[in-house]
């Protein structure tokens, strides 16, 4: 792949019961490996994090947050109150 960046907020599906497990471990997989060729892989939510976790790949990733709402509302632009209490610091 040519991805340079990745950001995987949320599993597929019900990953905490083996027999629903296999999609949400192949993306986690999927993305270790993304990680290895350099890509930047960035999980967010703590469903997602217990995913990877579960799944064994969470220290191939790039970079792990439970903020999965609080990342997304960043990369849209949105100040999060937390950072703008430092920033005035």
């Known amino acids: ?3 340079k960046t990745v ?3 949320g599993p597929m599906g019900v990953f905490e019961f083996d027999k629903f497990a296999k999609g949400t471990f192949a993306i986690a997989e999927t993305l270790a490996d993304l990680t290895s060729k350099g890509c930047i ?3 967010g939510g703590g469903d997602s994090v217990a995913a990877v976790e579960k799944a064994g790949l969470a220290e191939k990733m790039s970079h792990i947050s439970t903020g999965g709402g609080a990342s997304l509302e960043l990369l849209e632009g949105k100040v999060l109150p937390g950072v703008a209490a430092l920033n005035d610091a």
């Open 7 to 9: 950001i995987w907020n």
């Open 41 to 43: 892989t960035i999980i």
């Open 1 to 3: 792949a040519d991805c």
